[in-house]
Nanobody, 131 residues
Framework: RGSAAGVGGGLVQSGGSLRLSCAAS????????IGWFRQAPGKEREGVSC????????TYADSVKGRFTISSDNAKNLVYLQMNNLKPEDTGVYFC????????????????????????WGKGTLVTVSS
C-alpha cells in the first residue's frame, strides 16, 4: 500500500523557518496532487498548500501566502514545504496527503473542502512556533 510520509517538523522561534518533506511511495507520483494539511489542538484540519505534479500548479491558503512555498522533486518523489517567517498560529501537526488528479481535478483541492477523498496519507510531523 502506498503512503505519503511527512517529516521535518520541530521547535522554532517566531520569524524562523522550517522545511518539511513529504516522501511519496507506492504510487505514480506524476498522477497525483500532493497537499499539506495542518491541525492545531482544538481546531479543525486546515489545508495549507498543494501542488499538482502533472503540471506544477500550486495553491496556498490565504494565511500562508507569501511565507510558504511548495515545491517538488519528481525524480525523488518528494514534495517540500518551505515555511518562512513562521508565526505561533502556524503551530500544529502537519501531514501530507495525495489524491489522483484524474479523479480530483481541482488544483485547490487541499484548500477548499470537500477534501476527505485522500488516496494516500501518512503520519504527521509536529511544528511548534514559540512567540
Amino acid at each position: 500500500r502506498g503512503s505519503a510520509a511527512g517529516v521535518g517538523g520541530g521547535l522554532v522561534q517566531s520569524g524562523g523557518s522550517l522545511r518539511l518533506s513529504c516522501a511519496a511511495s507506492g504510487f505514480d507520483f506524476d498522477d497525483f496532487t500532493i497537499g499539506w494539511f495542518r491541525q492545531a489542538p482544538g481546531k479543525e484540519r486546515e489545508g495549507v498548500s498543494c501542488i499538482r505534479e502533472r503540471d506544477g500548479s500550486s495553491t496556498y491558503a490565504d494565511s500562508v501566502k507569501g511565507r510558504f512555498t511548495i515545491s517538488s522533486d519528481n525524480a525523488k518523489n518528494l514534495v517540500y514545504l518551505q515555511m518562512n517567517n513562521l508565526k505561533p498560529e502556524d503551530t500544529g501537526v502537519y501531514f501530507c496527503a495525495a489524491v489522483n488528479w484524474v479523479l480530483e481535478a481541482r488544483t485547490d483541492w487541499c484548500i477548499v473542502p470537500p477534501n476527505n477523498n485522500m488516496d494516500y496519507w501518512g503520519k504527521g510531523t509536529l511544528v511548534t512556533v514559540s512567540s
